[in-house]
């Protein structure tokens, strides 16, 4: 897959929403300056989860245990979200994204960034026909609090060429987890034991769950 240059970015975000190789980023502030040679740069919103603590002194990647709902922040521009050192938020970008048929892209921390010790970054890869807002998982590895200020560029979004290109007609079927977001979005699992049975895994154990019964161990 060949990374798209600017000028091509610039041409797809020109053309009318209804052909199906049109580019939607917005909004786009300050659209000089937002332009690398092969890549755009994309702004941090203003809403935020926060994790907490869970029912067990554990999680794991099931869609029924254990159950823990995410603090969901919303911070006012020109206010900040503090960090602190070795945490790990869910932050989104300013920008609704729409995709082409034809196009994936991922998203990579502005080094500006990086170098303050903070890793930003989405799933990472974004597909073709993707909608929404990009969930950002921002990690603050440094060994100080970081505060993190709505409006500020977060990230470079570089997008490439599917070669040989899908059938247009595919970007009518859109599917998967995370479609059309505005807010972060929490994690979602399948049922972990159908999950595994697909691979022919009858019995999963949990900390403390028999792993037939669904009961208490003893």
């Not at 919303?74 to 206010?79: C, S, T």
Request: charged content about 20%.
């Amino acid at each position: 897959m060949a990374v798209v240059q600017s000028s091509e970015i610039q041409r797809r975000l020109g053309l009318s929403i209804k052909d199906r190789e049109s580019l939607v980023i917005t909004p786009l502030l300050n659209e000089r300056d937002a332009f690398s040679v092969d890549s755009i740069d994309l702004r941090l919103g203003g809403h935020f989860l926060l994790p907490q603590v869970p029912p067990q002194p554990y999680a794991t990647l099931d869609s029924e245990n254990p159950k823990t709902v995410p603090l969901h922040v919303h911070v006012p521009w020109g206010k900040y979200l503090v960090v602190p050192a070795h945490q790990t938020v869910l932050g989104v970008t300013l920008e609704f994204i729409k995709l082409p048929f034809d196009l994936s892209g991922q998203i990579l921390t502005k080094s500006s960034i990086a170098r303050t010790f903070v890793v930003i970054e989405t799933a990472p890869w974004i597909h073709p026909s993707y909608r929404g807002c990009l969930t950002l998982e921002i990690a603050n590895v440094s060994n100080t609090p970081l505060l993190l200020h709505p409006g500020v560029r977060i990230g470079q979004l570089v997008l490439q060429a599917i070669s040989p290109p899908p059938d247009p007609k595919e970007d009518l079927k859109l599917k998967g987890n995370y479609l059309g977001p505005v807010y972060p979005e929490a994690p979602k699992f399948k049922n972990l034991k159908e999950e595994l049975g697909g691979i022919g895994i009858t019995e999963v154990d949990l900390p403390g769950i028999c792993a037939n019964c669904k009961l208490p161990a003893t």
